[in-house]
């Protein structure tokens, strides 16, 4: 796939814009005319210093309200358009986007319009230019692809094309089908973007919601198969106006827009055998977690080996060269990094105590890596001694780690290498968890979607409906990454602002993050008798919480009576029952939760708001700021 | 008129929301049943908090999903309906919200609706209860007033009543009037919120863009009168879910509530002669600003003093007794303050050099005082010396000032009072600036709101549609407020990262502020030359504007080359041109501009985005922060 941006998508000033599209790894860009009206610099300028990163000046963007005009308009319109060819010549591009015109002085009329393009198509021609014409949605009178082609097809001429927009033709429903007999050479460029499906004016929606291919809800996938079904092997080139992307960083929203197009491109080279992506392979397979990884130092351990030791885990095995602590219960397995030198440390002294590191247990660790290569993962190496075990590893949220383990080959069975068994003399007894349920990230909400396309894209996942969870503080977005059968469940929460309980974690650490994980067991109320006899401390829950759910569910008050008793909160679902142990916070805000699934499949978003108020209740005294001014 | 507040319209915890709606000055509060639920303390000791504060509990809110369920749900609804009843006899509350069902459960049918509601009104009249009934403009079947009506109509109980809500009334545009036929003792309460015009899903705007009346564009006003054509004398609540709220200064919104319902109030009141709420002036007419003070200090004055200069400022006055001076040029008056005691050199120690205070010049500055008090603004007062004018004066944005003026009184002649008149020496020759022709506001996007509803609620004023400004670090949002004549027009643009020019601006002043002043002249070239032949520097804007703007609208190229010769901005609208020149920035990102009209209306907001990249490639050398990262 031929991959393009329009520099509209991105934040920053023009130089910034093309430095870090190059970066990305873009093949084109689109110009967009204010961009470029705004740099003090010439046409030859711009095009130069794409020239020199590499890139190809796809197109220059837009050229509005041209066909169907009344004179004396018509004939300003078209001295306008020599205008700005002149500007195209001295860029180095040698084609232009004309959107449909939205003008109230416009005419109508399909041939009309045709007659205009082929006159525009002449004109381009003596220059050696070509003319892209693209429906917009909210177009005046052309806001059909299909009304736009037959305006292309009636002005016959070879220097004037189609444009596609996959947001202006999904947005309005448009059977996709219509593309598969466009004559592939009459398309010139094909423009993407996706977008959530909240049902909205479509100018505002477009102006203020678009995202990368992937992020959104919209069929882009299958709209791109229609495209290719012809044949076609353009340019695929990224058009999002989206007001976080244009407050967000400049490279790191590049890199997503790279990333979702590989993807994509593999998606519909599965999909309709057409070679139009790089073959990698398959999504992973994620089995599980392996083990969860904290990065702290002797002293901050005690008190994290003390909570782990509460909730029922065992010292199981030291490492052979390292500073490494391996804690176990039922199938979880938990690292605790205290050595003084490499990552981990470092991690640590920007972070302080963090869980840094997770272990991904997937079918194939080297196909996954590969993949997540392929897919732009940042790949992670650092020294190892002689003999040691090197995990496949990639840069993960916050500047974690995600290490690729498998069972089939030697890393799959670590502890057995690296590691030397221990015994716990602690007399610790188990709690009965089982195995990890699933780990809660939070972000800065302006990375939601890069980690949400990351692992849809590297991971055999499918992403959830966002949900919002009300902070007393403030909003925060939640949407989950999981697998079929719930061996992966990752929930990302995303906040805009400090004072949230997340939007605090992420101040405290430097950055995003795991802030919490959470353990299954197959009995809660055997699990909290079983840790409340270790001396753990669950989080305390109001009781007004148990007198409603008990009104809302039509509980048994003897249920209600032991729930509230262990501090257990509740949810139900269509599939079954939940329940819900959490501790207090630790460090800066990170903190564990234990759940029972009785075929429940959420992940208790009605219960947020009560847990996040007593974590915010017992924080306080720590001096989590209140909100009044 | 008796006001009243949900809490769900604020942010921070249960008692922190309470203590700042009792300040805010509210009569009441509608308790949403998550902030009750999620605070730990019984329904005894909210009840009491309220008390305590002086608020009376207005309503218990919201009971869900309750009329027309089949057996079994039906009963276990009527349980879950007594349980209720238990918090609110204990909260100390008699009425609760029931708002129409939304559940896939619910049979429909107008007369099971009734007979329902009407056991319910037998169970809540047993405890002296009462209960309302809402139609949510998302309802399953009920999502009209007028038909919750005829439901509450066919109830037939003295304990069950309607409750009306602006937004589900007037987000599906129906007929208000329908309101002027209702009992007033079968409406219960009145919840009010406004709401900007976006054509979207009515849940998801209503649970994230409602905003106070008189913030938005629903006719609330007429909403409020239809109301009180009837009679009605009972609360209105505000009840506002809007995201920016929810993650806003918990007292900053709940006061911006309180003087959205004086506000409305007052207007109800003399439009259909209701005495609902207290007689006070009309909103003041402004014929002018009469001065803008800026603080500073001698060091950093000379540098403003020398492009006041530069601009073709004379110095005409000096105070008698504090260090201050009066430049003058057509009407235009600029005070500059080094006075290192008062208020303004406080102002300066926290801002820098400042624009911190402003003079209004209004029709009556007594009565002006008189309505911006009883709308809650801020009084102001600081020592004064004997016989020194003391100007009726209240808080602006940024803890800044708002001094009230008027020419009927001696306070409108200050300077030849507290002033001296001195000749200036410089021989500089004015400019040709003739008067304010707006202020320009920066200020953080959550205040934005407040602001214009502090504006246009005081002063006779109205708000243009809010504009998106591209800054190439993010989106900036911009609205106006102005008067018919002209005579003052306030420009405010909101900011949400500090990435952009106006967020580097607000964080580097530590608040919001006047960021510019735009004098008007009536011959932009002639003032351009002049002030050039002073030392004025504009601006410099890239030749590509020039070219496209010649293309654009057409310019003949000779005005083109004038224009770009001084760096002249244009626009067009359909009442005329518009011809802008900008100085440089100044200290933290303070700027002058000068503009002429000829006839045009608007504040040339397409050209912000060259302005603002002029700007800050201006500044970049100072450190403006790079946008990649």
């Not at 909205?200 to 229609?226: C, I, K, Q």
């Not at 804690?327 to 605790?336: C, M, N, T």
């Not at 809660?440 to 409906?465: C, G, H, N």
Request: aromatic share 10%; with cysteine.
């Amino acid at each position: 796939m031929k991959t393009s941006i329009a520099t509209v998508t991105l934040s920053g000033e023009l130089p910034d814009k093309l430095e870090a599209i190059a970066r990305a790894g873009f093949d084109g860009v689109e110009i967009f005319e204010n961009d470029f009206l705004a740099f003090d610099g010439s046409p030859a300028d711009v095009g130069r210093m794409a020239g020199d990163l590499g890139l190809k000046i796809t197109l220059f963007q837009p050229f509005r309200d041209f066909e169907g005009m009344p004179d004396p308009l018509r004939s300003r319109t078209f001295d306008r358009a020599e205008r700005k060819f002149d500007v195209m010549q001295e860029l180095g591009t040698d084609m232009v986007l004309v959107c449909s015109n939205v003008s109230q002085a416009a005419l109508g009329g399909i041939d009309r319009a045709a007659a205009d393009f082929h006159e525009l198509g002449e004109r381009a021609a003596r220059r050696g230019l070509k003319v892209g014409y693209e429906a917009l949605a909210w177009g005046r009178y052309v806001n059909d692809h299909r009304d736009a082609w037959e305006i292309v097809r009636r002005a016959d001429h070879p220097n004037v094309g189609l444009i596609l927009d996959s947001f202006h033709s999904l947005s309005r429903k448009i059977d996709i089908n219509s593309i598969r007999s466009i004559p592939k050479e009459k398309i010139f460029i094909v423009q993407l973007a996706d977008a959530p499906l909240i049902d909205m004016d479509l100018l505002y929606w477009s102006r203020h919601f678009r995202n990368m291919p992937g992020e959104g809800d919209l069929p882009v996938t299958a709209f791109t198969e229609a495209v290719a079904s012809t044949g076609y092997d353009g340019y695929f080139s990224l058009e999002i106006f989206n007001d976080q992307f244009r407050g967000g960083s400049t490279r790191a929203i590049a890199a997503d827009g790279h990333r979702s197009l590989i993807y994509l491109a593999d998606q519909v080279r599965r999909n309709v055998h057409t070679p139009i992506g790089a073959a990698m392979p398959e999504r992973a397979v994620v089995k599980g977690v392996g083990f969860v990884e904290f990065a702290t130092d002797m002293d901050e351990s005690v008190e994290l080996v003390s909570l782990l030791r509460a909730l029922g885990f065992r010292k199981t095995a030291i490492h052979r060269s390292k500073k490494v602590t391996l804690f176990e219960q039922g199938s979880i397995r938990i690292l605790v990094n205290t050595d003084p030198l490499g990552f981990a440390s470092a991690a640590y002294a920007v972070h302080g105590t963090f869980a840094y590191a997770i272990a991904l247990n997937v079918e194939d660790a080297a196909k996954a890596y590969q993949r997540a290569l392929a897919l732009d993962a940042e790949p992670f190496r650092q020294p190892v001694v002689d003999g040691e075990l090197e995990f496949p590893t990639v840069r993960g949220v916050g500047g974690g780690l995600i290490y690729l383990i498998d069972d089939t080959s030697p890393l799959g069975r670590f502890p057995e290498i690296d590691f030397e068994a221990v015994s716990d003399e602690t007399g610790i007894v188990g709690a009965g968890l089982l195995q990890f349920d699933h780990v809660a990230q939070t972000v800065a909400y302006d990375e939601m979607l890069t980690w949400l396309l990351f692992y849809t894209s590297i991971f055999e996942t499918r992403k959830t409906p966002m949900v919002d969870i009300i902070d007393p503080s403030g909003i925060v977005r939640s949407q989950v990454v999981e697998n079929e059968p719930g061996t992966l469940r990752i929930t990302m929460n995303g906040t805009e602002n400090r004072r949230t309980l997340a939007g605090h974690f992420i101040a405290e650490k430097f950055g995003s993050g795991i802030q919490h994980l959470a353990f299954s067991t197959d009995d809660i109320f055997v699990t909290a008798r079983s840790l409340r006899s270790q001396g753990f401390k669950p989080l305390h829950i109001s009781p007004n919480y148990y007198d409603d759910i008990e009104a809302r569910f039509g509980l048994e008050p003897d249920l209600t009576e032991r729930l509230k008793a262990e501090n257990i909160l509740y949810d139900r679902d269509e599939h079954g029952d939940y329940f819900q142990l959490y501790s207090g916070t630790y460090g800066e805000g990170f903190f564990f939760e234990i759940v029972e699934r009785r075929g429940y499949r959420g992940y208790g978003a009605p219960n947020a708001i009560f847990r996040i108020a007593a974590l915010k209740k017992q924080m306080r005294p720590e001096g989590i700021p209140k909100d009044a001014v």
